[in-house]
Nanobody
């Protein structure tokens, strides 16, 4: 019953923008920490952005800092990732994830989460 479903991926040229959305169902995620992760072909999954339950603490990977923005709308049980100035190296499957209860930032960054979406593919052409 608990599910996270991503949408908004697609093919975009370098320098373009995409907005990813993740809708959660089965429970309220208002008190959960949320995050976006990505996995490129042949690569390990990596942290992209984290937003704490309050929305007041946000963390970005150095590779996306200044280009990506994570946000959430608890009333809609959704989390977003606005991606600007996209580069070919951003090509990956992007997944949203949630962690219930209190969690340390280090665990969140390494992907120790309770729930995962299936992911949406983002392809950036040069």
């Amino acid at each position: 019953q608990v599910m996270l479903v991503e949408s908004g991926g697609g093919l975009v040229q370098a320098g373009g923008s995409l907005r990813l959305s993740c809708v959660a169902s089965g429970r309220s995620f208002a008190a959960d920490d949320m995050g976006w992760f990505r996995q490129a072909p042949g690569k390990e999954r990596e942290f992209v952005a984290i937003i704490k339950w309050s929305g007041g603490s946000i963390y970005y990977a150095d590779s996306v800092k200044g280009r990506f923005t994570i946000s959430r709308d608890n009333a809609k049980n959704m989390v977003y990732l606005q991606m600007n100035s996209l580069k070919p190296e951003d090509t990956a499957v992007y997944s949203c994830a949630a962690r219930g209860g209190s969690a340390g930032v280090s665990d969140l960054l390494r992907g120790v989460m309770d729930y995962w979406g299936k992911g949406t593919l983002v392809t950036v052409s040069s």
